[in-house]
Nanobody, 126 residues
């Protein structure tokens, strides 16, 4: 079992930045890849980013490339999503997810998610 708790969401103006954190507990953190997804009102949940157990391999959705990055601190069992140049279209509930494997087999990560966090709201005002 893995428990995931996101934090760091909030209200920010367009052009601003936020850093989301996801603290994990349970299974050995360095044994699984992590991902970020988001769900805007009235829309399906979509992939945002994925990061391998080592933090070396990363994938990002085209919509966030160049603006978002992800990192992890295995000693702190925490994964981060750094978001800059935020736009109103980034408004959503952001979820972190733990994968089944240490590597990333699916660049969109959706098929590998084994556990979900509860989500944190990010609102970008224009």
């Amino acid at each position: 079992q893995v428990q995931l708790v996101e934090s760091g969401g909030g209200l920010v103006q367009a052009g601003g930045s936020l850093r989301l954190s996801c603290a994990a507990s349970g299974r050995t953190f360095s044994s699984y890849a992590m991902g970020w997804f988001r769900q805007a009102p009235g829309k399906e949940r979509e992939f945002v980013a994925a990061i391998s157990w080592s933090g070396i391999i990363k994938y990002f959705a085209d919509s966030v490339k160049g603006r978002f990055t992800s990192s992890r601190d295995n000693a702190k069992t925490t994964v981060y999503l750094q978001m800059i140049s935020l736009i109103p279209e980034d408004t959503a509930v952001y979820y972190c997810a733990a994968g089944e494997y240490g590597t990333i087999r699916d660049p969109q990560f959706g098929s590998e998610v084994a556990y979900w966090g509860q989500g944190t709201q990010v609102t970008v005002s224009s």
